[in-house]
């Protein structure tokens, strides 16, 4: 069949720049006659997904699926759905021999119209896809205009002709688009290291509270003990240890299928102001649990029966072990969990930082039982359980406390409420550390202390760190903190929210604009290069480049004398003038209505760049061309290079610009 002219081009386009979707569906129609016409879908699918065919046997998956509106009344279906050459293969997921499509699926559909004047056409694709390891289930909305006269009329209904017009002018005449493809993020660090690192860490300390400490001695002398030879109580035990880090790994993985269904699920979340405020409940919540007035626990029943079932001997019983430890140790490890839990949906792939995250703190939990077990007489040199794990349980209450107040803090830059300024934030951290401090030194009791334990070496010396703590924190309560409180980078407010009156609302005191067209604008009139900063109020990663690498001497130069900086925040939930929102119409037909400032910058990001993620920065020149390629979250060094490179290229480049409609 013949295909319009750019429909290929426009399918991989729209492929290339959401390619985060598996499964990206065009259409395209012929005309037969006067009352029939041919109508084409086309998916265009992801490397390692498959998309299924019509014809499948019953118990499989969901068939791909064509339902169409005002069938039998404005027109009817001549003979079957044809679809182009499949697959046919055994597939191991649903154990039988199944029909699919890789890489390309074209069906084509003959209708006549009952209707001579029928205009458009709509219905609905219902299809499944899978990978190697999950599935998706779609609803994919769908309309031909066969009478092009009433595209961007009323009589479309699917998007107004004003929506249209905002969703191309989102678009930029980029140039040197290459540069875009060749983007690789550089980055000082390795993320997925680093939040294995923090689970790692997490499961230590979760190591120290009561309800896993004792039980490390007694079920590592369980396994030797109650095993036929040493040599099967040291397996049995390592098997324990697989089971914990097994079982904190798969708790994971229903994330996943949030992420499938929406990639950026998780971390608009993250930013959501409601969720923020159930955060920072949730963690109050776990702070005055872990000061002892009362326990979090799962249902007993289910400790009850993973206990009941751990006395099956062999794996199974191993298993349902390992699952015990995890529900009778919630009330310790749950709220060290959630922490975990938060700090992932904000990062940029969530769901899979997640899982390295309990990963790692499901290795640090079993590493002890796997290092006892094959190294027995260690067990003797073991600290005996005492008010020490209750001291360690009450400093993670204070901890759950600051840990809560960033949350706040979120949902107060989001909504621009302007309660929880940068020294209020402080000086609320500072109250903390100083309670913190006073219950260190034995003079604040809670239910669980001793009266009149004594205090040990090892915490007089981390009280001491604690009291360094809040010094440090005390230059954040004045006025003019740039390059203050440089290690908390990203945990309280930027400087310019701040109690005190600050001659500019951007990072630093630099100038900088909010509205892309405006700074557009002034770069073009000033022939300067842009630097367009893709950031988040809740970005934990674009508050460390604005205080450690911004603020370095050289860079926040070649910022403040050679570049003009637009500022879009992804997140903004500051709700558009009526008049400015719209509807936006994705190439695949998918409608995303505009009413915030964040999800117009988050649409324009994407569109434009395809990129979902922040911080995320650009240097162009104000006719669209691409200096160089973007960078995201970086050291120092890298980031002014970067800048000296794009400065370079742009007098390599200097032109007169030529000034496009926004």
Same mark, same amino acid.
């Given at each position: 069949?013949?295909? =319009?002219?750019?429909?290929? $081009? ?29 109508? !084409? ?6 490397? =390692? ?12 998956? $969901? ?7 005002? /069938? ?25 021999? /199944? ?27 219902? &299809?499944?896809?899978?990978?190697? !390891? ?31 017009? =905002? ?11 290459? $540069? ?16 294995? /690192?923090? %689970?790692?860490?997490? %499961? ?59 990639? !950026? ?8 102001? #409601? ?8 963690? #109050? ?34 298993? +349902? ?13 749950? @709220? ?23 990963? %790692? ?41 600051? /840990? ?9 830059? #989001? ?18 550390? #100083?309670?913190?401090?006073? &219950? ?56 310019? &929210? ?15 604009? =909010?509205?892309?067209?405006? %700074? ?56 558009? @003038? ?30 434009? +760049?395809?990129?979902?993620? !922040? ?44 000034? &496009?409609?926004?």
């Amino acid at each position: 069949m013949m295909i =319009k002219k750019g429909f290929l $081009l426009l399918l991989f386009w729209t492929v290339e720049l959401y390619s985060q979707e598996p499964v990206v569906w065009t259409t395209d129609h012929q005309k037969i006659s006067d009352t029939e016409y041919l109508l !084409q879908f086309s998916a265009y699918i992801k490397d =390692k997904w498959h998309l299924y065919s019509q014809n499948l046997p019953e118990n499989g998956p $969901l068939p791909t699926e064509f339902v169409f509106e005002g /069938l039998g009344t404005a027109f009817e279906l001549i003979g079957k759905t044809e679809e182009s050459e499949t697959i046919k293969a055994f597939d191991p997921i649903f154990e039988m021999e /199944l029909s699919w499509f890789d890489t390309e699926a074209i069906f084509s559909k003959r209708i006549r119209l009952l209707e001579p004047d029928l205009g458009t056409i709509r219905g609905e694709i219902n &299809y499944q896809a899978c990978d190697d !390891q999950l599935c998706i289930f779609r609803n994919e909305s769908f309309r031909f205009v066969l009478d092009e006269s009433l595209i961007g009329t009323e009589e479309e209904k699917f998007i107004d002709a004003e929506s249209l017009k =905002k969703s191309a002018a989102l678009q930029l005449p980029l140039k040197n688009k290459d $540069l875009l493809e060749n983007h690789q993020a550089q980055k000082s660090d390795n993320p997925l290291f680093n939040l294995f /690192l923090l %689970g790692f860490i997490g %499961g230590l300390i979760a190591l120290l509270t009561p309800c896993v400490f004792p039980m490390i001695p007694l079920t590592v002398s369980f396994f030797l003990k109650q095993s036929e030879n040493q040599r099967k109580g040291v397996v049995r035990a390592l098997l324990y240890g697989f089971f914990i880090l097994l079982i904190y790994v798969l708790l994971s993985l229903p994330f996943h299928f949030l992420d499938a269904l929406d990639p !950026q699920i998780l971390n608009t979340l993250s930013t959501n102001i #409601v969720m923020n405020l159930v955060f920072f409940a949730v963690f #109050v919540f776990f702070a005055f649990s872990f000061f002892g007035y009362y326990e979090l626990t799962l249902p007993s029943s289910w400790g009850n029966r993973s206990d009941s079932v751990a006395n099956t001997s062999g794996v199974m019983g191993v298993f +349902f072990m390992a699952l015990t430890l995890a529900i009778v140790s919630f009330s310790c490890t749950g @709220p060290i969990l959630g922490s975990l839990l938060a700090s992932s949906l904000s990062a940029e792939g969530g769901a899979t930082q997640l899982t390295v995250g309990m990963a %790692g703190f499901g290795f640090a939990l079993a590493l002890p039982f796997g290092l006892l077990a094959l190294f027995p007489n260690a067990l003797k040199s073991i600290p005996k359980s005492g008010g020490w794990m209750t001291k360690v349980k009450v400093t993670l209450g204070f901890l759950e406390l600051a /840990l809560a107040l960033k949350f706040l803090s979120n949902a107060d830059l #989001v909504g621009h409420w302007g309660i929880l300024k940068r020294e209020i934030f402080v000086g609320l951290w500072l109250v903390i550390a #100083v309670l913190l401090f006073v &219950y260190l030194m034995g003079w604040l009791r809670f239910p669980h202390d001793v009266k009149g334990a004594k205090i040990s070496k090892f915490q007089r010396f981390f009280t001491f760190f604690v009291l360094l703590f809040i010094f440090y924190l005390l230059p954040g309560l004045v006025k003019n903190q740039v390059g203050q409180l440089t290690l908390l980078s990203g945990f309280p407010p930027p400087v310019f &929210y701040s109690i005190f009156p600050t001659d500019s609302e951007c990072p630093l005191g630099l100038n900088c604009f =909010k509205d892309f067209e405006m %700074g557009r604008t002034y770069a073009e009139a000033n022939d300067k290069p842009i630097l367009l900063d893709f950031t988040g109020w809740a970005c934990v990663n674009c508050r460390k480049m604005e205080e450690n690498v911004w603020s370095q001497a050289e860079v926040f130069r070649l910022l403040n004398e050679n570049f003009v900086i637009i500022s879009l925040y992804v997140d903004d939930r500051k709700e558009l @003038p009526t008049g400015s929102q719209f509807d936006f119409h994705y190439p695949n037909g998918r409608i995303k209505t505009i009413k915030t400032v964040g999800e117009k910058w988050a649409t324009f990001q994407r569109i434009n +760049f395809a990129s979902a993620s !922040q911080p995320y920065y650009v240097l162009m020149s104000a006719d669209g061309t691409l200096l160089n390629s973007p960078v995201q979250y970086t050291d120092t060094d890298t980031y002014e290079s970067w800048l000296q490179s794009g400065l370079k290229k742009f007098k390599e480049n200097k032109t007169p610009s030529k000034a &496009y409609a926004f």
